[in-house]
């Protein structure tokens, strides 16, 4: 890739979270272009936006793409599928080279979160998105883990009921574990747990994330506060509608009344207690999917910066 020269990239799944990912690629993409878009109902609302905006479609799933005219020049693959679907897809494009960035929560290659460790994989065969609710609350844990041990790290995604598709709702256990591995490989806590909550409530609201992290009694809370601040800042560079509900609370339990982190487990130390909201950019999805809105940016995010390495490579 030399030049302006811009890298062909295909979107497999055209529901909503892919339909919402091709739009960000046509609209904010500086390195790739769509070069197709892949879906398995031939009567899908992506599939029938994509061939309106002129890009290359198939019905016929992962063969069809592999048997389009272009597939030569796509070197850049996103899976919006499910965690089931993506283990047959990785294998059919590593066969073929092309550079997988995975949306679902299979986990088959490393975790990746832009901000924090995007770099060390950008010529991994397979990049895991984790979920979104670890999009929205590892490079918290990670921004208090790098000025303070962190012992304990849970979080609670709490998503509109309304934008949690058929694939959400299948892959709920997958979404907790998978999370919860990466709040302490990627974020760096010693122990790392995940919630996910969906609410009913009408209208619906937009997406919170909580996030505690258990440090020393004696951790610098003006250290963590800024380190917290400039990583929200640093999210919020792909993901605008990310921020700050409040400011960062400080919690500190002794030995004389320890923090019960569960029935047997009491500890001493300070208790770090982060408020987020993620706001959608509603470029195909309502603005309160900031759950779906913050894995498309972050999957955008990631294919940039690979796609930008390649350019100067």
């Given at each position: 890739m030399k030049g302006n020269h811009k890298q062909a990239v295909a979107?497999?799944?055209?529901?909503?979270?892919?339909?919402?990912?091709?739009i960000k690629v046509l609209r904010n993409a500086l390195h790739l272009e769509m070069g197709a878009m892949v879906g398995i109902d031939p009567s899908s609302d992506g599939l029938a936006r994509a061939a309106r905006l002129g890009v290359p479609t198939t019905a016929k799933?992962?063969?069809?793409?592999?048997?389009?005219?272009?597939?030569?020049?796509?070197?850049?693959?996103?899976?919006?599928?499910?965690?089931g679907a993506h283990a047959h897809h990785a294998e059919v494009l590593r066969q073929h080279g092309v550079q997988v960035i995975d949306l679902t929560p299979a986990a088959i290659g490393?975790?990746?979160?832009?901000?924090?460790?995007?770099?060390?994989?950008l010529e991994a065969p397979n990049v895991n998105m984790?979920?979104?609710?670890?999009?929205?609350?590892i490079p918290i844990v990670h921004a208090v883990s790098r000025v303070a041990p962190v012992y304990y790290a849970e979080i609670v995604a709490s998503i509109a009921s309304r934008s949690a598709g058929p694939g959400t709702r299948a892959n709920i256990d997958e979404f907790t574990e998978t999370t919860s591995k990466a709040i302490e490989m990627v974020g760096g806590a010693a122990r790392g747990k995940a919630i996910i909550v969906l609410n009913p409530a009408e209208p619906p609201l937009m997406?919170?994330?909580?996030?505690?992290?258990?440090?020393?009694?004696?951790?610098?809370?003006?250290?963590?506060?800024?380190s917290v601040e400039a990583m929200v800042a640093a999210v919020a560079?792909?993901?605008?509608?990310?921020?700050?509900?409040?400011?960062?609370?400080?919690?500190?339990?002794?030995?004389?009344?320890p923090l019960a982190l569960h029935a047997n487990d009491r500890r001493a130390g300070l208790k770090v207690s982060v408020f987020l909201e993620v706001?959608?950019?509603a470029h195909y999805l309502p603005s309160y999917a900031g759950n779906l809105d913050i894995m498309t940016s972050a999957a955008l995010a990631a294919a940039e910066q690979i796609a930008a390495s390649r350019a100067v490579a």
């Open positions: 979107i497999i799944g055209s529901g909503n979270i892919g339909t919402d990912l091709m799933g992962i063969q069809g793409l592999v048997e389009m005219p272009n597939f030569g020049d796509i070197r850049i693959a996103f899976d919006a599928t499910s965690a490393p975790f990746v979160v832009p901000v924090v460790n995007l770099f060390e994989h984790v979920t979104c609710g670890g999009q929205a609350t997406m919170r994330d909580t996030v505690y992290c258990l440090t020393d009694a004696d951790a610098d809370t003006t250290a963590i506060e800024d560079s792909y993901v605008p509608g990310y921020r700050l509900k409040q400011a960062v609370q400080f919690d500190r339990y002794t030995a004389d009344s706001e959608g950019a």
